[in-house]
């Protein structure tokens, strides 16, 4: 089959949609498919790989001629700009929503009449159960894959009670984490926290670590990738993602899981679904609550054992490969039907 895969950004930019997208074009590609990425996002240079082409900020006429010589035509996570090529080049067209049509608070977000008619008009995929219940039609769910090659338990000491790792703005919830660590001063537990990220607020974040008597508990890592990654959540016993928003769906905590910590999450949105039988989840917003899971796992080792000992069983449903073999059914059957 041949595959034009549909990704606004993509590597060397660094996120969910863009590793999403470069895990799944790699495993399509070694199953013997043809595989085209699409993207805006620039590079000076790019490593030959075998079955995939990549088209970085194509004109119109390079992007319609890509568009007619595929079999199917896949957008992770809705572009606009792209979607012009299926009035005229019409292909069997699946795009996968990464994110709310509407917010929390039931506004809707930029753009939402047209996202909704490109949800009517493709086959829709939602990576996670929360994200098919906002959208106006069916969807197939299919949840993102962790990069299972990287992400995995190495041998040596935990050092670190607790980690967060994700960018250090107001809504991913590292300040919410620090509310949660000072409740539990007055108990007597002291757990050593590891931020792992960087982010506009982290000098807020310092100042308030210090003015809640944490300095000396909390280390800021900075932003880190790939090994250095590994190696740091290999250092924590529990991964706590806080985020104060609902998450589509939680890439983070399969990461965490992967490298052997329990987790603990907010309830909102696809977080739990990513979390499975690995971790606990609190309401979002409530630092009484995740002060709460916290001191539950720190004085019971053996239940944070029997989450860590979940992980294999779990983790097998979100590898490359096997997400990238479900797609691969869903793109057969669209392409055999046009829907």
């Not at 792209?82 to 005229?88: D, E, I, P, S």
């Not at 917010?103 to 929360?130: E, M, Q, W």
Request: aromatic share 6%; charged share 20%.
């Amino acid at each position: 089959m041949r595959i034009l895969a549909v990704s606004r950004s993509f590597l060397p930019s660094l996120g969910g949609i863009e590793t999403t997208t470069d895990a799944l074009a790699r495993a399509w590609a070694a199953a013997g498919h043809e595989v085209t990425i699409a993207t805006e996002t620039p590079s000076a240079e790019d490593a030959p790989q075998p079955g995939i082409a990549l088209l970085r900020g194509p004109s119109r006429r390079a992007f319609f001629r890509a568009a007619r010589a595929a079999d199917l035509v896949w957008h992770n996570h809705l572009s606009l700009r792209a979607a012009w090529t299926q009035a005229l080049a019409w292909r069997p067209w699946v795009v996968t929503h990464q994110g709310w049509l509407r917010r929390s608070d039931g506004t809707l977000t930029p753009g939402y009449r047209v996202k909704r008619a490109a949800a009517r008009a493709a086959h829709a995929v939602a990576i996670s159960r929360a994200i098919a219940a906002d959208l106006p039609v069916a969807a197939t769910v299919i949840p993102n894959p962790y990069r299972d090659r990287l992400f995995r338990t190495l041998d040596g000491p935990r050092r670190y009670e607790l980690a967060f790792l994700g960018r250090l703005v107001t809504d991913k919830g590292a300040g919410l984490l620090l509310e949660a660590l000072a409740r539990l001063n007055p108990t007597g537990r002291s757990p050593q926290l590891l931020i792992v990220g960087s982010g506009p607020e982290e000098q807020a974040l310092r100042a308030r670590a210090h003015q809640l008597g944490l300095g000396g508990r909390v280390r800021f890592a900075g932003a880190l990738r790939d090994r250095e990654l590994v190696e740091a959540l290999n250092e924590a016993r529990i991964l706590v993602v806080p985020s104060l928003y609902d998450e589509p769906f939680g890439i983070v905590a399969l990461e965490g899981i992967a490298c052997g910590c329990a987790v603990i999450a907010s309830a909102g949105g696809g977080l739990p679904e990513a979390v499975g039988p690995c971790g606990l989840t609190f309401r979002n917003g409530d630092a009484d609550a995740l002060a709460a899971r916290i001191a539950e796992l720190l004085d019971d080792p053996r239940r944070r054992d029997e989450l860590i000992a979940r992980a294999p069983a779990h983790l097998a449903q979100f590898t490359a490969e096997a997400i990238a073999a479900r797609y691969l059914h869903l793109f057969e059957a669209v392409a055999r039907t046009g829907r």
